[in-house]
């Protein structure tokens, strides 16, 4: 009786965004919990998590391996700020048109994307990551870009004489807005289009059978998570107050990258551990060895991976998993004895 | 019901061709393993496709589902020609697919890997369905609402959130049938679904294959070597051999063709080849 159980499975639905209704009320909490550096640095670490979804969403879920979304946070952060700086906009309003541009930039890479395969599609956006930092301190882009110097703009005060210092109201805005991103990937991921980019990723050519239009979806993913990417280098710019060419080298998108597979591969909750992890980790290092920090933290990614091979997100999942089963046949149970 | 004479057999042949296949020819360089082959599958029928090893059977399929095109010829479905259509395309004419050694998506849950078949029913892109807008939604409980159809008729309600790399073999195959029946198609193609099954699992395939039939008012094209079961659920049989039409009519018609015996018993030697 396949009738009988789908309305219990229906019913089981709405407990998912209460948890998220939760989650994010646990990710506002701290705008009055944790002060100055602390705070600063969460909002950092929230800006990450939003970086390594857009990631996470390419990569993860469609099976196209980037090593270059520092250039797109780098081109977030950058138009942000010129935006600000040269045409005295306000940071808010800087924020869909940045998303756009990224958007559109990563539609114009996921083009050539097609054609390159695994590996090899790894080497050009890497190489994409290597390129920018060059191009942003490029002299004839000096009057907008402020060349080797950057740009500097002002720390945004709370709106509506609300009782909010600024490290508070930064916090708050750029959570609000991560949670939003949150919420619409985790609606997009489990969709038609979600279950259309894993499945491209499994099986292309089955995906193809099935009437997915491959160049289409991929093309597309791409834009969406440059643009969510994008969006997480303009929070970054506001946070920082300051874009420099140096703060956008290789590394970042090597850092992107561990956060994805520390929090998680193809998870949206990883992402945020994927975001703690590479502000904090790194600071942790440093507390342990200010000799060589690097040393620490290699050792402590190297135990991760080693104690939790499948990320952050599956060891949540491990854990929850039986825990998760029992409550859903528990509900099933109920709705068929009623 | 209402085609229970097209269950008798090819009685339904006064109603026009669902697929009409005509003079295919397909070329790999100078190997010709296609050489002109014609046949049609009617309404509501099971048309099987037999033949020896390398008689061109899966490059025949294969041009029908758009994986390959054909060098020369022609394939109509529902008097549209089809050849050289995009794949992705082929799903929404109404041509569904298994895979002879199974292309599920490995990672994915049974259910998702079955709700991935009725992605051409959808048309909720990314804003729609990042925002769940009202069509997205409804879009959503009608592939829902499919699917619990789906996984009562093939037994996989039980295993319908574990990941369908876990399962075993058999279970996958019904996940395949699953994920190309809950578009609804008008010509289901069927690549060695006997293959890897025991003895009693095809058994309860025939069965399986007669009633979907019937539920789904579709045609099956089958591509199989398990002569038993093709011979058992066929309205009609084709037969290839070395890419040439040897036979092509009822099951008894068939079996009884010297062309088919000699191609499967070997009994003359073979210097057709040159």
Redesign the interface.
């Given at each position: 009786?396949?009738?009988a159980?789908?309305p219990a499975r229906?019913e089981s639905r709405p407990l998912v965004p209460l948890a998220i209704l939760g989650l994010a009320l646990l990710a506002l909490a701290p705008t009055f919990l944790v002060e100055g550096y602390r705070l600063f640095q969460l909002t950092l670490a929230v800006i990450y998590a939003v970086a390594i979804l857009g990631l996470n969403i390419v990569t993860g879920y469609n099976g196209q391996i980037s090593l270059g979304h520092g250039a797109f946070y780098a081109v977030g952060a950058y138009a942000t700020a010129i935006m600000m700086a040269s045409f005295g906009m306000p940071y808010w309003a800087t924020l869909p048109i940045a998303a756009l541009i990224c958007a559109g930039l990563g539609y114009a890479i996921g083009f050539p994307a097609l054609r390159l395969g695994g590996l090899y599609l790894a080497l050009t956006t890497f190489a994409l990551a290597v390129a920018v930092p060059q191009i942003l301190k490029y002299h004839a882009f000096e009057e907008w870009t402020g060349g080797v110097q950057g740009v500097f703009i002002a720390k945004p005060d709370a709106p509506f004489g609300l009782p909010l210092n600024a490290d508070q109201w930064l916090y708050l805005f750029t959570t609000v807005i991560a949670v939003a991103i949150f919420l619409?990937?985790w609606?997009?991921l489990r969709?038609?289009?979600?279950?259309?980019m894993?499945?491209i990723r499994?099986?292309p050519?089955?995906?193809?059978?099935?009437?997915?239009?491959?160049a289409r979806l991929k093309t597309?993913t791409f834009a969406?998570s440059a643009m969510i990417t994008g969006i997480a280098g303009a929070l970054s710019a506001i946070a920082v107050e300051f874009v420099s060419p140096d703060s956008f080298s290789v590394m970042l998108s090597i850092t992107l990258f561990v956060g994805m597979v520390v929090g998680g591969i193809?998870s949206i909750l990883g992402a945020v551990f994927g975001g703690l992890f590479v502000v904090f980790v790194p600071n942790l290092a440093e507390e342990i060895s200010k000799a060589a920090p690097g040393v620490i933290y290699g050792v402590i990614l190297i135990l991760f991976l080693f104690i939790l091979p499948t990320g952050f997100a599956g060891f949540l999942r491990r854990l929850a998993g039986p825990l998760l089963r029992r409550w859903r046949d528990g509900a099933t149970t109920n709705q068929d004895g009623r | 019901m209402a085609h229970d004479a097209a269950a008798g057999g090819p009685v339904a042949a006064a109603v026009a061709a669902l697929l009409e296949v005509s003079d295919i020819v397909v070329r790999f360089g100078g190997v010709t393993a296609v050489a002109g082959v014609s046949f049609a599958v009617d309404q509501h029928q099971i048309c099987g496709l037999i033949g020896p090893n390398g008689a061109g059977k899966t490059t025949l399929f294969n041009c029908i589902s758009g994986i390959y095109r054909p060098t020369e010829g022609e394939i109509r479905f529902e008097g549209e020609t089809i050849t050289g259509a995009p794949r992705h395309r082929m799903m929404g004419f109404g041509i569904g697919r298994t895979f002879q050694n199974l292309a599920l998506f490995r990672s994915l849950s049974v259910r998702d890997n079955v709700l991935a078949g009725a992605h051409c029913l959808g048309h909720a892109g990314f804003m729609a369905s990042a925002l769940r807008l009202p069509r997205a939604r409804r879009e959503a409980a009608e592939a829902e609402a499919r699917l619990h159809h789906l996984l009562g008729l093939l037994d996989l309600e039980a295993v319908a959130e574990v990941p369908v790399a876990s399962l075993p073999f058999g279970t996958q195959k019904r996940v395949e049938l699953a994920r190309a029946l809950i578009s609804g198609p008008k010509l289901l193609l069927l690549d060695e679904p006997a293959g890897g099954l025991n003895h009693g699992e095809v058994d309860g395939l025939a069965a399986l294959l007669q009633d979907i039939r019937r539920q789904f008012s579709l045609s099956i094209l089958l591509v199989e070597h398990h002569m038993n079961l093709v011979m058992r659920v066929s309205d009609k049989v084709v037969a290839l051999d070395f890419g040439k039409k040897i036979a092509d009519g009822t099951p008894d018609e068939v079996r009884s063709e010297p062309e088919v015996i000699r191609a499967y018993l070997g009994e003359a030697p073979h210097d057709r080849a040159a």
């Open positions: 009786m396949p009738v159980t789908a229906a619409l990937s609606n997009l969709s038609r289009i979600g279950r259309a894993m499945a499994d099986q050519i089955a995906a193809e059978a099935m009437g997915m239009d491959i597309r969406v193809a | -």
